[in-house]
């Protein structure tokens, strides 16, 4: 293994974790200066808290390495539901959450699941998975941030208006910062901490590309697990604090909007420019691609059926997890 490999990633992953940290920061602050939606603000943070994920899937892609890059967003995702929901249950005992917002994210979070797992799979091409991905997201954040402005019957009007509704609570529970918070030095900071989350999420991609062969490990293992599981810890963090706090309910918006932002913004966009060569998967992509299905599924029936999630629910959320890494241990 390089000499340099472990004290850089060490490093970048320090780096990147403290600056995605003050990226959230200042943008939950400017969010609420102006009087963002709040699912439109949960939405900037969710991407904000997403930089670490997709630039190190980015910077994997553009070296051409590419399992490593779907690895890191598949297997992220993975892990935000595993460890945001599981961890949240543990810390608060339980996590209460209203059926309306299960469905309503859970549509969306399967939808766009589903059409990056069409993506790399390559068996329909490129573009109508990336199409339909992208109209899924498109019209998730229409009908949460704009709901009356969408002709619907009645019935389904008044059922949208209300998951908005309580959505829109729990995301309000999340935020710390008053509507009016001071917000002078917050553009600098996001400037600032972009550029310190895009160099240092680089560094720490390239370290453990290196020591991957050093250490016998494949690029899947590598992306999958390793990478993936360092780039989420911002959001798992935020998750037990959101949990300690008895915010919980919020969680399950973070999980569900990250893994999205991640799917969109790391394989849905550069499909969709041209510009990147996602497209078909090795069998650890598919497989990591459908265990992200599979998990979000799991975690949305569980959330539905009990009105929550429970430590039941969060062992079984666990013990997916583990099935997952050691799967992905034998078909690499």
Not at 298 to 325: D, E, K, M, N, T
């Amino acid at each position: 293994m390089p000499a340099w490999a472990a004290p850089a990633f060490i490093a970048g992953a320090v780096v990147s974790l403290f600056a995605s940290a003050r990226l959230v920061q200042a943008l939950e602050r400017i969010g609420a200066r102006f009087a963002f939606p709040q699912v439109l603000l949960g939405l900037v943070v969710a991407l904000a808290a997403d930089s670490p994920e997709l630039t190190s899937a980015l910077a994997a892609e553009l070296s051409g390495r590419r399992d490593i890059g779907i690895g890191v967003l598949f297997g992220s995702n993975v892990f935000n539901v595993a460890a945001l929901l599981g961890l949240s249950a543990l810390v608060a005992g339980r996590v209460p959450l209203h059926r309306r917002v299960v469905a309503l994210e859970g549509l969306a979070a399967l939808g766009v699941a589903g059409c990056a797992l069409a993506l790399v799979g390559g068996a329909v091409g490129t573009a109508p998975p990336a199409a339909a991905a992208l109209a899924v997201f498109v019209a998730y954040v229409v009908l949460s941030v704009w709901p009356s402005r969408v002709p619907l019957p009645g019935m389904c009007r008044r059922w949208l208006g209300q998951a908005v509704k309580e959505e829109g609570e729990e995301l309000a529970q999340a935020s710390p910062y008053p509507a009016k918070a001071r917000t002078t030095a917050d553009l600098p900071t996001v400037t600032m901490s972009l550029v310190a989350v895009v160099a240092a999420s680089t560094v720490m991609e390239r370290a453990a590309s290196a020591a991957g062969p050093a250490l016998h490990l494949s690029q899947a293992l590598v992306g999958g697990v390793v990478l993936a599981a360092v780039t989420s810890l911002p959001n798992a963090v935020a998750a037990v604090e959101l949990a300690r706090c008895g915010k919980g309910p919020a969680v399950l918006s973070e999980a569900m909007n990250s893994n999205t932002l991640n799917v969109v913004g790391g394989l849905v966009l550069p499909a969709a420019a041209g510009s990147l060569a996602f497209g078909t998967s090795g069998p650890a992509g598919t497989f990591a691609g459908a265990f992200y299905v599979g998990i979000t599924l799991l975690a949305l029936a569980v959330a539905y059926r009990s009105g929550g999630i429970g430590r039941w629910g969060a062992a079984s959320l666990f013990g997916a997890y583990g099935a997952f890494v050691a799967v992905l241990v034998l078909i690499s």
